[in-house]
């Protein structure tokens, strides 16, 4: 008897590492996935990135925008995977890839930090990479919960984050970004609005009077956005000098890591008290 269980539990394990494919040659076509890839010590295993993805470690071949991917050097590349984000890339060109017979991998949109997690993990799993994310995901929590239980509030701040300027754009219910308030103990004045990144009016923003703005350096938002907000010198964030701008890779690049560190940096400038400042 104790024979047979042993080839039982042989045989498992042998199905278990035919199954954990080690690729060694994996195109990212989103800076969240490619940070994630880097995080879970892939680096060298990566060949090709968006234009706006962090290079890493080594030089790594540009494949184009995560809209306009170039199809034709992707399959120069050829790579034994690629990964996509199911809302942020070009569906119809991400289809053809799939078509073409390619492995590719779709990663699905996080709406808060434990689906961050979650899809992370899942990630983690198809690049065999589990051991790595365990650690990360549980070293990312400790970090979140940390800072929260440090955050004493009366009454909540209200937060205005901008994503886009012309038109201005912010973060709704949908969005990750939510989290970032609910572990600083702050309140996103356009929470109760049913989309991921609404488009507002310039005047809302000043009806709702935020107590804090964030402005977050992508696209064409740039330090001369904060300055056009410095003249609206009635609102409270301007009044005491709680008008921001954070860096794009910190904030909108989700993974445990990420998201950990900009509650880390979110938290320093609302409560430099509490955390010292940024």
């Known amino acids: 008897m104790k024979k047979i269980i042993s080839i039982i539990i042989f045989l498992s394990l042998l199905t278990t590492a035919v199954l954990a494919k080690e690729y060694k040659r994996i195109i990212s076509l989103a800076p969240s996935v490619t940070q994630s890839l880097y995080e879970l010590g892939l680096d060298n295993e990566?060949?090709?990135?968006?234009i706006?993805?962090?290079?890493?470690?080594?030089?790594?071949?540009?494949?184009?925008?995560?809209?306009?991917?170039?199809?034709?050097?992707i399959v120069l590349l050829k790579a034994d995977l690629i990964i996509s984000t199911k809302e942020g890339n070009n569906k119809a060109a991400v289809e053809k890839l799939t078509r073409m017979?390619?492995?590719v991998y779709v990663m699905e949109t996080a709406e808060n930090f434990s689906e961050i997690c979650s899809h992370y993990y899942d990630l983690a799993k198809k690049v065999n990479?589990?051991?790595?994310?365990?650690?990360?995901?549980?070293?990312?929590?400790?970090?979140?919960?940390?800072i929260y239980n440090k955050i004493e509030v009366v009454n909540m701040q209200t937060v205005f984050l901008e994503v886009g300027?012309?038109?201005?754009?912010?973060?709704?219910?949908?969005?990750?970004?939510?989290?970032?308030?609910r572990f600083t103990k702050t309140v996103n004045v356009y929470k109760e609005i049913n989309r991921r990144y609404p488009q507002i009016?310039?005047?809302?923003?000043?009806?709702?009077?935020?107590?804090?703005?964030?402005?977050?350096?992508?696209?064409?938002?740039?330090?001369?956005?904060?300055?056009?907000?410095?003249?609206?010198?009635?609102?409270?964030?301007?009044?005491?000098n709680k008008v921001f701008m954070l860096d794009v890779n910190d904030i909108f690049t989700p993974t445990p890591l990420t998201f950990a560190i900009g509650v880390e940096i979110i938290s320093k400038i609302i409560y430099p008290e509490i955390f010292g400042a940024k």
């Open 129 to 146: 990479r589990e051991k790595n994310a365990k650690k990360i995901i549980a070293d990312s929590k400790k970090t979140v919960e940390s």
């Open 46 to 50: 990566v060949v090709g990135i968006t």
């Open 201 to 240: 009016d310039i005047e809302d923003v000043l009806k709702k009077n935020p107590d804090i703005i964030i402005l977050v350096n992508m696209g064409d938002i740039s330090l001369q956005e904060t300055k056009n907000w410095l003249k609206y010198k009635n609102i409270n964030a301007v009044k005491n």
């Open 101 to 103: 017979g390619l492995d």
């Open 165 to 181: 300027a012309k038109p201005l754009y912010s973060a709704g219910k949908q969005s990750f970004v939510n989290d970032y308030n």
């Open 52 to 73: 706006f993805c962090p290079q890493g470690k080594s030089k790594k071949e540009i494949i184009g925008t995560l809209l306009e991917p170039d199809l034709e050097k």
